[in-house]
Nanobody, 123 residues
Framework: QVQLVESGGGLVQAGGSLRLSCAAS????????VGWFRRAPGKEREFLAV????????AYGDSVKGRFTISRDNAKNTVALQLNSLEPEDTAVYYC????????????????WGQGTQVTVSS
């Protein structure tokens, strides 16, 4: 079983950037496909990005394509999400999640979740 911890959230002005990190313990993250999601107040959990076992396979949700970049560093047992050109609508709690088999989009497909990190974008 793998435990996930997100970090890197905070308060940023519109147009700014943040880099979120998902760190794993318990098992190596290199054997899991890892996704990033977010939940804004009053909204459903939203898929943002997923990376396969290597950086060669990545996919993004339409709302963040071109602004967010997911990448993994298997040597450091981490997966990062670079957030650029942030907008107030990006304000949410951001989560990373892991699954063992294949890339997938729906949150219900993921077995392990972190506690989340808050991102707040001011206008």
């Amino acid at each position: 079983q793998v435990q996930l911890v997100e970090s890197g959230g905070g308060l940023v002005q519109a147009g700014g950037s943040l880099r979120l990190s998902c760190a794993a313990s318990g098992r190596t993250l290199s054997t899991y496909h890892v996704g990033w999601f977010r939940r804004a107040p009053g909204k459903e959990r939203e898929f943002l990005a997923v990376v396969g076992l290597t950086n060669g396979r990545r996919a993004y949700g339409d709302s963040v394509k071109g602004r967010f970049t997911i990448s993994r560093d298997n040597a450091k047992n981490t997966v990062a999400l670079q957030l650029n050109s942030l907008e107030p609508e990006d304000t949410a709690v951001y989560y990373c999640a892991a699954r063992s088999v294949g890339i997938s989009w729906p949150p219900r497909a993921y077995d392990y979740w972190g506690q989340g990190t808050q991102v707040t974008v001011s206008s």
